[in-house]
């Protein structure tokens, strides 16, 4: 597959609803922090990792570790491929795991800043950073074909606590708003995806260590809601929003997920799984028919 590989620029004009998430009650890994709100003491459910801990879920088929924040092809390091005619890469995009997510239709979460171990590790985010995944993420889905709906997928950036911490000092990191202190009109600039090279906000984050500021730890979940979920959502019970569409990502290409990895099919084996969904489809309709026309037989039966 031959692809082109350039640069783009994105403007980011979604900003303001960044860091608004509500906590999952199936993530049993992650703890709530007290907080207090008008003077009233109370506990808000704030979700954060514990750096160096392992968490209590495994890579499964709706599980993705990721040690790094790569979203496209084009992100990967260049000593990330591997020389020669194959030019296999020792590192996948990000965007591999999230094309298998969404054809697979059962939704699921890549974790960037949790080792291959389940080990946190956390990612170093300033709030101009934070914007630029969301743009990236965001533009690897429109990139897909067909685009991903943005209703599809939501992007969290959840704190990272060093072991030991005391609660005063969770419940500070937990209640850290990145976004103050940093004007609008400076986060509205454009940022520079599709590129392995640093972006104005990455000399930024740089340029504020070299200043001993030292930008708190996040794990970036990007999550896949089930198809189902969605379909839902549209409250139809047509064919086309109940069955899974298939996507290909950015190099053309249709991943599924199988247990903790991906795999790649052919045209043919999708025509296949698609003939196989319509037909368990409509055995379930049929069961239901045969079974209420039993019923109505039944009732019939008595009344006469």
Known sequence: MVYLCFNTRVNVNYIDS????????SEMALSSAPSETN???????????V?????????????????????CIEDIPNYCVNAGASSKRSRQPISKTLNGFINTGEGGTVYCGILDSGSVKGIKLIQ???????ASVDDCMGRFNPPVDKSRYEVRFIPVVEPNSSQAEISAICSYDSRKG??????????????QNYCWCDKESIALFNNNVIAPSYIIEICIKPW???ASMKNSSSLVNILSPYHEDEEG??????????????????????????QDYFKEKIKKLEEQLKMIIVSGNKIL
């Open 18 to 25: 960044l860091l608004i998430f509500q906590m999952q009650s």
């Open 39 to 49: 003077n009233v003491r109370t506990i808000v459910a704030r979700r954060y990792y």
């Open 51 to 71: 750096k160096h801990s392992i968490v209590p879920f495994e890579e499964d088929a709706t599980h993705e570790f990721k040690g790094h924040a790569n979203i």
């Open 128 to 134: 101009y950073k934070k914007d630029h995944y969301v």
């Open 182 to 195: 940093v004007s609008l009109e400076s986060r509205r600039r454009e940022h520079l995806l599709r590129s």
């Open 228 to 230: 189902a979920e969605c």
């Open 253 to 278: 290409l249709c991943y599924f997920r199988r247990q903790a990895s991906v795999v790649q099919y052919s045209l043919c084996e999708m025509i296949q799984f698609t003939r196989q969904d319509v």
